[in-house]
């Protein structure tokens, strides 16, 4: 069972192709650039592989509007350099996971034309019209402050047409069973070249009805399990990784009662709590979240983590928690999108403060569910917000020294590397951090070797004890006999963790060990942001258990 879900203790790692690494020169990252990469991925310990969409696209939303599900998009590559990727990644130990955009499609689609041009053609109704404009066109909008209005008029077609998103992003109607069955097809294709799950883009308005009259959307559920199905055909072990901010209420409709829906959710629950814990020093709503996001069926995982390649979507937050991690982590205006989010990198949100990003990262690892990081954040690189909306946290890795921090060898134009101030490729990059012994890589390095041989966060069960200080997070998981205690502080300032235990807690990241004073209890002492991992037992009995467990 333990191989068949290989998603529950994976590490999966995100990545633009076009801002990873250029290997002819033109500016542009590309898969062949990719591959070379490869070994460093798998020495940073990165076992799933999470691609950002490269399919053809005008590019007008960061590859977010296809206008060709089946290609590679040429700025990137060949069909064949991406089967060479997936060929060459599985070989070092790495699964590959791609972006499921369906949605919408870009209005340079095909399907989209013809659907304008011929009213009686098929794809006329693959898309959402409507003959006059809808009384709620101004309602809905995901990038309100943006995005002025979610159906357009177009002249060819003589109707309105519905975009959840941009413009020029046409919702497909994937009520139609005959876009379905495309959807469908796309999915065995992408698997047919080495594809070992997708991350679902916005699964609510893919799973939801669509139309000029549908004011209160419901969701068709159902769907989800025939793309289980579908994966579960082709490719026994094939995941979907679900985009999809919910409340709690609804977290099992989308895994299934019985786990037959989706594999993996990403915990936005989680996620907006654990950063309103860092900016108010206060782990109570953070732990809430943990226990209302508690229960989900065996085989289903939650995605943990911090970053994305999208704004910090702040929404779930009531309004004063919101303005309080504003306050912390994006004050100025332009730091803000959307009336909801922060559109920084953690680091710079973090004020570039090595305590602070390592107890993030410690919380993220701890977390029960399946990391996932954002390429560059291994490093700490920052964000250009002189660039749109989110492109300011989408800027090309940086792994040197050399011109335009070793990404491309172009000597203008391209995508815009961040050169000046503390974030800048002279002062972080790859090559400099391998070689420092205590730089962030390396530290990441060693957390994430430790992570993998503490299955009990995946597999296990959890609880959050309680401490008398609100500054403390304090977990324990337990599965087959074995049990793991982290602790976290949340604040600017020493704690002393005071609590009742086992007769041993190892420490699996220093010789800090613990064992009960003299009224039974352990005290702990935790410098300001400062973080353990303990085992229960001794070492000698945890070698002991994890041999006979066969971990």
Same mark, same amino acid.
């Given at each position: 069972?333990?191989?068949?879900?290989?998603?529950?203790? !994976?590490?999966?790692?995100?990545?633009?192709?076009?801002?990873?690494?250029?290997?002819?020169?033109?500016?542009?990252?590309?898969?062949?650039?990719?591959?070379?990469?490869?070994?460093?991925?798998?020495?940073?310990?990165?076992?799933?592989?999470?691609?950002?969409?490269?399919?053809?696209?005008?590019?007008?939303?960061?590859?977010?509007?296809?206008?060709?599900?089946?290609?590679?998009?040429?700025?990137?590559?060949?069909?064949?350099?991406?089967?060479? /990727?997936?060929?060459?990644?599985?070989?070092?130990?790495?699964?590959?996971?791609?972006?499921?955009?369906?949605?919408?499609?870009?209005?340079?689609?095909? #399907?989209?034309?013809?659907?304008?041009?011929?009213?009686?053609?098929?794809?006329?109704?693959?898309?959402?019209?409507?003959?006059?404009?809808?009384?709620? !066109?101004?309602?809905?909008?995901?990038?309100?402050?943006?995005?002025?209005?979610?159906?357009?008029?177009?002249?060819?077609?003589?109707?309105?047409?519905?975009?959840?998103?941009?413009?020029?992003?046409?919702?497909?109607?994937?009520?139609?069973?005959?876009?379905?069955?495309?959807?469908?097809?796309?999915?065995?294709?992408?698997?047919?070249?080495?594809?070992?799950?997708?991350?679902?883009?916005?699964?609510?308005?893919?799973?939801?009805?669509?139309?000029?009259?549908?004011?209160?959307?419901?969701?068709?559920?159902?769907?989800?399990?025939?793309?289980?199905?579908?994966?579960?055909?082709?490719?026994?072990?094939?995941?979907?990784?679900?985009?999809?901010?919910?409340?709690?209420?609804?977290?099992?409709?989308?895994?299934?009662?019985?786990?037959?829906?989706?594999?993996?959710?990403?915990? /936005?629950?989680?996620?907006?709590?654990?950063?309103? !814990?860092?900016?108010?020093?206060?782990?109570?709503?953070?732990?809430?979240?943990?226990?209302?996001?508690?229960?989900?069926?065996?085989?289903?995982?939650?995605?943990?983590?911090?970053?994305?390649?999208?704004?910090?979507?702040?929404?779930?937050?009531?309004?004063?928690?919101?303005?309080?991690? /504003?306050?912390?982590?994006?004050?100025?205006?332009?730091?803000?999108?959307?009336?909801?989010?922060?559109?920084?990198?953690?680091?710079?949100?973090?004020?570039?403060?090595?305590?602070?990003?390592?107890?993030?990262?410690?919380?993220? /690892?701890?977390?029960?569910?399946?990391?996932?990081?954002?390429?560059?954040?291994?490093?700490?690189?920052?964000?250009?917000?002189?660039?749109?909306?989110?492109?300011?946290?989408?800027?090309?890795?940086?792994?040197?020294?050399?011109?335009?921090?070793?990404?491309?060898?172009?000597?203008?134009?391209?995508?815009?590397?961040?050169?000046?101030?503390?974030?800048?490729?002279?002062?972080?990059?790859?090559?400099?951090?391998?070689?420092?012994?205590?730089?962030?890589?390396?530290?990441?390095?060693?957390?994430?070797?430790?992570?993998?041989?503490?299955?009990?966060?995946? #597999?296990?069960?959890?609880?959050?004890?309680?401490?008398?200080?609100?500054?403390?997070?304090?977990?324990?998981?337990?599965?087959?006999?074995?049990?793991?205690?982290?602790?976290?502080?949340?604040?600017?300032?020493?704690?002393?963790?005071?609590?009742?235990?086992?007769?041993?807690?190892?420490?699996?990241?220093?010789?800090?060990?613990?064992?009960?004073?003299?009224?039974?209890?352990?005290?702990?002492?935790?410098?300001?942001?400062?973080?353990?991992?303990?085992?229960?037992?001794?070492?000698?009995?945890?070698?002991?258990?994890?041999?006979?467990?066969?971990?």
């Amino acid at each position: 069972m333990i191989n068949d879900l290989w998603y529950k203790n !994976a590490i999966v790692y995100c990545l633009s192709v076009g801002s990873f690494q250029d290997s002819n020169g033109d500016g542009v990252g590309d898969f062949q650039g990719l591959g070379r990469r490869l070994a460093y991925l798998q020495g940073l310990g990165v076992t799933a592989l999470w691609l950002m969409p490269f399919q053809t696209s005008p590019g007008k939303d960061g590859g977010y509007d296809i206008s060709d599900y089946y290609n590679v998009d040429p700025r990137y590559g060949t069909l064949g350099d991406f089967v060479e /990727f997936t060929h060459t990644a599985r070989q070092r130990g790495m699964r590959v996971m791609i972006d499921l955009v369906v949605n919408h499609t870009s209005d340079r689609h095909p #399907w989209f034309r013809e659907a304008c041009r011929d009213p009686s053609s098929k794809y006329r109704d693959w898309y959402v019209w409507s003959k006059t404009r809808p009384d709620h !066109a101004d309602e809905g909008m995901v990038f309100p402050g943006v995005q002025k209005s979610t159906w357009t008029y177009e002249k060819t077609a003589k109707a309105w047409y519905f975009h959840r998103f941009y413009h020029f992003q046409p919702d497909l109607n994937t009520s139609n069973p005959y876009v379905q069955a495309e959807i469908l097809k796309i999915m065995g294709f992408w698997t047919q070249l080495g594809v070992s799950g997708f991350r679902m883009d916005a699964v609510p308005f893919v799973i939801s009805t669509k139309g000029a009259d549908v004011r209160r959307p419901k969701e068709q559920f159902d769907m989800l399990r025939s793309f289980r199905e579908l994966l579960q055909w082709r490719q026994g072990d094939a995941v979907i990784l679900a985009e999809a901010n919910v409340l709690p209420r609804d977290d099992m409709e989308y895994f299934g009662s019985d786990g037959d829906r989706l594999q993996m959710m990403f915990n /936005f629950q989680v996620n907006q709590h654990l950063f309103h !814990a860092l900016a108010s020093a206060d782990v109570r709503s953070l732990a809430g979240a943990l226990r209302k996001t508690r229960a989900r069926p065996t085989t289903a995982q939650w995605a943990q983590f911090l970053r994305n390649h999208d704004e910090l979507d702040l929404g779930r937050l009531s309004p004063t928690q919101r303005e309080r991690v /504003f306050a912390a982590f994006g004050p100025d205006k332009d730091m803000q999108l959307y009336d909801r989010g922060i559109r920084r990198r953690l680091a710079p949100m973090l004020r570039n403060d090595r305590r602070r990003i390592e107890l993030a990262y410690s919380l993220l /690892f701890s977390l029960p569910g399946t990391p996932v990081l954002r390429y560059g954040d291994e490093i700490g690189m920052g964000d250009d917000l002189s660039l749109p909306e989110r492109e300011c946290a989408r800027t090309p890795m940086q792994w040197s020294t050399e011109p335009f921090g070793g990404f491309t060898r172009l000597r203008r134009g391209g995508r815009t590397v961040i050169s000046k101030g503390p974030f800048g490729y002279p002062h972080v990059n790859v090559a400099q951090q391998r070689r420092d012994p205590g730089s962030l890589l390396n530290w990441m390095e060693r957390l994430i070797r430790m992570r993998k041989e503490i299955p009990e966060v995946s #597999w296990g069960d959890f609880e959050v004890l309680p401490l008398d200080d609100n500054a403390v997070l304090m977990m324990r998981y337990t599965w087959r006999g074995n049990a793991v205690l982290f602790l976290h502080n949340l604040s600017d300032a020493p704690v002393e963790a005071s609590f009742a235990g086992p007769d041993q807690l190892t420490n699996v990241l220093s010789d800090d060990h613990s064992t009960p004073g003299e009224h039974g209890r352990h005290q702990i002492m935790l410098e300001p942001y400062g973080y353990r991992w303990f085992r229960e037992g001794g070492l000698g009995y945890i070698l002991d258990r994890v041999e006979i467990d066969g971990i």
